[in-house]
T-cell receptor
Framework: DQQVKQNSPSLSVQEGRISILNCDYT??????FLWYKKYPAEGPTFLIS?????DKNEDGRFTVFLNKSAKHLSLHIVPSQPGDSAVYFC?????????????FGQGTTLQVKP | EPEVTQTPSHQVTQMGQEVILRCVPI?????FYWYRQILGQKVEFLVS????????KSEIFDDQFSVERPDGSNFTLKIRSTKLEDSAMYFC??????????FGSGTRLTVV
């Protein structure tokens, strides 16, 4: 089941620069997308989300872009900070299913170097 | 900030034994979920629960698994006869609506 794919297992960025994490999906029924951050031995922490009626959502240093025609979304973090080093998961849901089920990507490990 | 609490944080069990993983969701949340993450793999949906019944379950959630909300605050996942491949991090989550989940810190289940 590869409905949500994060093709880059890891990303290394210098502090202060932009981090761009990518996610692709295949299911056209998905209409809500989320990014989660996860530290070792902790649960995923919600970062930012976007509905399919939008193409951009911004919250402080985090911006999510959605390209529905390409079935692609990305998370931009700028400026990147060492504390951003974590695993980032993209997730998607189809609200029409009425259950709240999330499908997760495999995750991208971000390392921000001081 | 309200939290989802999971206990225990780590459970070791013998193959074939029953385990119960416990969760206390956020008090005003209506939707409850269990997910798991096998080491090195993606977070996988197991089951969603709303209005005292399962609303959706995955293929993983077979007859060995069950969920219960025995009182107004706890939400439990039971695995009747554990297998080695059940070893994983199990995450409970809750939400007020059909988005905006809050996850707990997880229970690491090790089946030996």
């Amino acid at each position: 089941d590869q409905q949500v794919k994060q093709n880059s297992p890891s990303l290394s960025v210098q502090e202060g620069r932009i981090s761009i994490l990518n996610c692709d999906y295949t299911n056209s029924m998905f209409d809500y997308f989320l990014w989660y951050k996860k530290y070792p031995a902790e649960g995923p922490t919600f970062l930012i989300s976007i509905s399919s009626i939008k193409d951009k959502n911004e919250d402080g240093r985090f911006t999510v872009f959605l390209n529905k025609s390409a079935k692609h979304l990305s998370l931009h973090i700028v400026p990147s900070q060492p504390g951003d080093s974590a695993v980032y998961f993209c997730a998607a849901s189809a609200h029409g299913r009425d259950t709240g089920k999330l499908i997760f990507g495999q995750g991208t490990t971000l390392q921000v170097k001081p | 900030e309200p939290e989802v609490t999971q206990t225990p944080s780590h459970q070791v069990t013998q193959m074939g034994q029953e385990v119960i993983l416990r969760c206390v969701p956020i008090s005003n949340h209506l939707y409850f979920y269990w997910y798991r993450q096998i080491l090195g793999q993606k977070v996988e949906f197991l089951v969603s629960f709303y209005n005292n019944e399962i609303s959706e379950k995955s293929e993983i959630f077979d007859d060995q698994f069950s969920v219960e909300r025995p009182d107004g605050s706890n939400f439990t996942l039971k695995i009747r006869s554990t297998k080695l491949e059940d070893s994983a991090m199990y995450f409970c989550a809750s939400s007020e609506a059909l988005n905006g989940y809050t996850f707990g810190s997880g229970t690491r289940l090790t089946v030996v």
